[in-house]
């Protein structure tokens, strides 16, 4: 699977974090679009129309739950999947994520090769629904 114009939005609060994801992303491939809180990152969806987005759940303005039901709750941008990417590893928080329809959930620290390999499973799956 290419990656090859394959648009991710990250959305951290953390600028490191955001720099290495962005860092590794684009050496796969991926065209990346960064947003620091959750006013910005449901901003940025609407406007990049990304094909997959990565969020974190702690986040100023709107925490990633907030955005993620947000985007799921909007027919235009519902399709698109959401990796949760987050310290918050109870399990109340992994289950409301995937109730409000969190694609993937993975917990910080994490494995950068994982995530790469999380992302890259959900959006061919998407092209395989778009093709």
């Known amino acids: 699977m290419s990656a090859a114009k394959t648009k991710v939005l990250i959305c951290d609060d953390d ?10 992303l684009q050496a796969k491939g991926y065209d990346v679009v960064k947003a620091v809180d ?24 709107s925490d990633g739950f ?3 039901a ?14 949760m990417l987050t310290a ?7 289950v409301s ?3 409000k ?3 993937d959930y993975l917990v910080k620290p994490f ?9 890259a499973r959900l959006v061919s799956r998407r092209q395989g629904r778009r093709g």
């Open 38 to 61: 959750g006013a910005e990152a449901l901003s940025r969806v609407g406007g990049e129309r990304p094909d997959i987005v990565v969020l974190d759940a702690m986040m100023p303005k």
């Open 97 to 99: 994520a995937l109730e």
């Open 70 to 83: 947000r985007i799921k709750n909007d027919p235009d941008l519902s399709a698109i999947p959401v990796v």
């Open 101 to 103: 329809g969190a694609d």
């Open 15 to 24: 600028p490191l974090l955001l720099e290495l994801m962005e860092f590794r």
């Open 88 to 94: 918050r590893k109870g399990e109340k928080d992994i």
């Open 111 to 119: 494995i950068p090769e994982e995530l790469l390999a999380r992302l």
């Open 66 to 68: 907030e955005v993620l």
